[in-house]
């Protein structure tokens, strides 16, 4: 299997990971047996820390879902989880080497199948890791999977990606991923809690994105998102709120044709300005966390 450079969103970088074990749709077996106990215990470390950052500040629909998931005591198998994850919502989890191409990406998603990387970072990332690690995607991705409207919008997402291909519009919607799935807020009673999986699975942003005053939060726009570039190596400098996932996903299922050729030819939003008809999330609740 040829090693093809994987675009993550904006930056180009050969993706860490054995592709020559990968099958021809980029998914390969998760190889259990070939974790070492140093990566168990890592695992089990970085499990325990986030699990107590997220309370508080994760959405009640990934609290809830990470109950139902005992992915505590070691790294798990993914038929184990793919077997709770189908009974609840028809989803299941891959194993794939690290980043794979965005069409085998968007296809995987587009039949409920969610790519799980299957390598686990070392010890001296255990605080910061620049690509997707297998602790990233698991504690990160696959509870929200548990939420049938969250599930939803995931497979929708990965249908208007394959349409995009054929739009030339790929980086319009690694924006709404990025935005959303990666470092998405929702608005609740108590104020924004996250789900982005992004943010879910960073000790530093986890503890900064839900009450440090100077990154933006804006209301979910997705003509806004859509326009918007971000970091990929650093804390976001805006983060978009949602509702609810029912406004994601009803916004997903728009055609998405129009949009883009009324966007494409605009130039990029910063990724650190407010733009005319944004609509601040005031937090009443930030200080209270
Ligand atoms: N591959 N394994 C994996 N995981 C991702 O999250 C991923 C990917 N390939 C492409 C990709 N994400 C991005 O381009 C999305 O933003 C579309
Ligand atoms: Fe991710």
Request: charged content about 25%; aromatic content about 14%; proline content about 7%.
């Amino acid at each position: 299997m040829k090693v093809t450079p994987v675009t993550y969103g904006e930056s180009q970088r050969p993706p860490r990971g054995d592709y020559s074990v990968a099958r021809e749709d980029y998914t390969c077996d998760q190889a259990w047996d070939s974790y070492t106990k140093e990566q168990h215990d890592l695992y089990v470390r970085l499990f325990a820390r986030q699990l107590r950052l997220v309370r508080g500040r994760a959405c009640e629909e990934f609290l809830r879902a990470l109950g139902h998931l005992n992915m505590a005591d070691s790294i798990p198998r993914f038929e184990q989880v793919s077997e709770l994850l189908r009974r609840a919502t028809g989803w299941q989890i891959d194993a794939v080497p690290g980043l794979i191409p965005e069409e085998a990406f968007f296809r995987l998603l587009s039949r409920r199948r969610f790519p799980v990387t299957v390598w686990l970072r070392t010890p001296e990332e255990f605080d910061y890791i620049v690509e997707p690690d297998l602790f990233h995607d698991l504690f990160g991705h696959v509870p929200l999977l548990f939420d049938p409207v969250f599930a939803d919008y995931m497979q929708a997402y990965g249908q208007g990606g394959l349409k995009a291909l054929r739009y030339n519009a790929l980086e319009l919607l690694a924006r709404l991923y990025w935005y959303t799935v990666e470092f998405g807020l929702i608005d609740t009673p108590q104020g924004a809690r996250v789900y982005g999986a992004g943010i879910l699975s960073s000790p530093g942003e986890l503890e900064r994105a839900l009450i440090d005053p100077t990154p933006l939060k804006i209301r979910f726009d997705l003509r806004r998102v859509l326009r918007t570039r971000y970091e990929i190596d650093d804390f976001q400098k805006t983060y978009f709120v949602i509702d609810d996932f029912g406004q994601l996903f009803g916004e997903t299922a728009q055609d998405f044709a129009p949009i883009y050729q009324e966007l494409l030819p605009l130039a990029p939003h910063p990724s650190d300005e407010v733009q005319p008809g944004d609509r601040l999330f005031a937090d009443p609740a930030a200080k209270t966390i």
